[in-house]
């Protein structure tokens, strides 16, 4: 597993001894989608695993995501974490507070449409939230 790696440095993984890269951990949502990150790895077949898959809250104002929430009743949360899964990656939302976390449990009851799916797709390039 690798965290917050350049793209670059892909190539180099292995040529090394280390092993076979099977997870790349990378800050991914809407608005920071990676593509060239989450092409290498699909064509490797490594999971990519979405690290602060709800924009740390900074975009839960974005009117198309509003618009979402509206129409479906989920949350915010529960948006941004169902795109996460049917992007095919494995979301690593962070929560201490206990009906957060259970919130976030509840997403398997829904789908997001394919044009509530292409709302969500901008390309709009965030901040990392660790920059």
């Not at 992007?87 to 957060?100: E, Y």
């Not at 394919?114 to 390309?123: K, P, R």
Request: glycine fraction near 6%; charged fraction near 25%.
């Amino acid at each position: 597993m690798v965290s917050s790696i350049l793209i670059l440095m892909y190539s180099k993984l292995g040529k090394g001894k280390g092993g076979v890269l099977s997870v790349n951990q990378i800050e991914l949502h809407p608005w920071l989608q990676r593509r060239d990150i989450i092409e290498w790895c699909q064509k490797r077949g490594v999971l990519i695993q979405a690290w602060a898959p709800l924009a740390q809250a900074n975009r839960w104002n974005d009117p198309s995501l509003k618009d979402i929430v509206k129409r479906t009743g989920k949350t915010e949360a529960q948006i941004l974490l169902r795109w996460s899964l049917q992007k095919g990656f494995n979301p690593l939302p962070k929560s201490v507070t206990p009906s957060r976390i259970l919130e976030n449990t509840k997403i398997f009851d829904f789908e997001l449409t394919d044009s509530e799916l292409a709302v969500l797709e901008t390309d709009e390039y965030d901040y990392h939230g660790w920059e």
